[in-house]
Nanobody, 123 residues
Framework: VQLQASGGGLVQPGSSLRLSCAAS????????IGWLRQAPGHEREAVSC????????FHRTSVLGRSTVSRGNARNMVYLQMNSLKPEDTAVYYC?????????????????WGQGTLVTVSS
């Protein structure tokens, strides 16, 4: 399994970023692709997820209304568009896999994740 996240960077509060995930080495019928994040001193948390079966999505409450998770034309590409970024969104963001069936799965249920991309929101 390979999961490559990209698109992070240093942005000012209120800005937008689009994170990309290139996933390979597994069956899309068996896993959903989601995004986890981990801020310094905090546990890893599930941010967003999209179902590989029906395209349904999940966003944690703190990003609801500010984030959109989507698939590319190639089903192995997943994107996380984040708008109105806040300093509390600062974290390493990981593209990750969770077994298909529950897009609301907590971070502990995810079984694979990649290297991550750092998002820093600061003025």
């Amino acid at each position: 399994v390979q999961l490559q996240a990209s698109g992070g960077g240093l942005v000012q509060p209120g800005s937008s970023l689009r994170l990309s995930c290139a996933a390979s080495g597994f069956s899309l019928d068996d896993y959903n692709i989601g995004w986890l994040r981990q801020a310094p001193g905090h546990e890893r948390e599930a941010v967003s997820c999209i179902s590989s079966r029906d395209g349904s999505t999940f966003h944690r409450t703190s990003v609801l209304g500010r984030s959109t998770v989507s698939r590319g034309n190639a089903r192995n590409m997943v994107y996380l568009q984040m708008n109105s970024l806040k300093p509390e969104d600062t974290a390493v963001y990981y593209c990750a896999l969770v077994r298909a069936g529950n897009v609301k799965a907590p971070a502990d249920d995810y079984v694979y994740w990649g290297q991550g991309t750092l998002v820093t929101v600061s003025s």
